[in-house]
């Protein structure tokens, strides 16, 4: 149960009331029982911009993090500041690493226009 919406938030980013109240009773349930963290497989995490990084961290340090491990995981910040500054290595390394694992989970990032830039 808990393996299924940690993949739900993690795989469509769902944000629910439903899903709130669920984490909610089985946080008190995991915790009343002394369960451990189970070992999430490996992922690449690719983080993205403004309200997007902001929403999905809140939900990674609130309802993953707490019940999964994540060491497996690498994170890659592929915001448009993080790809102007590496010049776009950041991006080339983020797809070497998820063509390596298979799995990729990606918050939405901004492609800027020619005005934007």
């Known amino acids: 149960w808990l393996k299924f919406l940690v993949e739900l938030v993690c ?10 109240r669920s984490m909610g009773s089985l946080t008190r349930s995991c915790a009343s029982r002394g369960s451990t963290k189970f070992a999430a497989p490996p992922m690449v995490y690719i983080a993205g911009e403004e309200m997007s990084r902001y929403t999905m961290q809140l939900i990674i340090d609130q309802w993953v993090k707490p019940f999964v491990d994540t060491s497996n995981w690498e994170f890659f910040d592929l915001s448009c500041k993080a790809r102007d500054e590496t010049k776009d290595r950041v991006l080339k390394e983020a797809v070497g690493a998820g063509a390596a694992v298979g799995s990729i989970f990606k918050e939405p990032t901004i492609t800027p226009t020619e005005v934007q830039r």
Request: net charge positive; proline share 0%; glycine share 10%.
């Open 11 to 20: 795989v469509f980013g769902i944000c629910s009331r439903w899903i709130m």
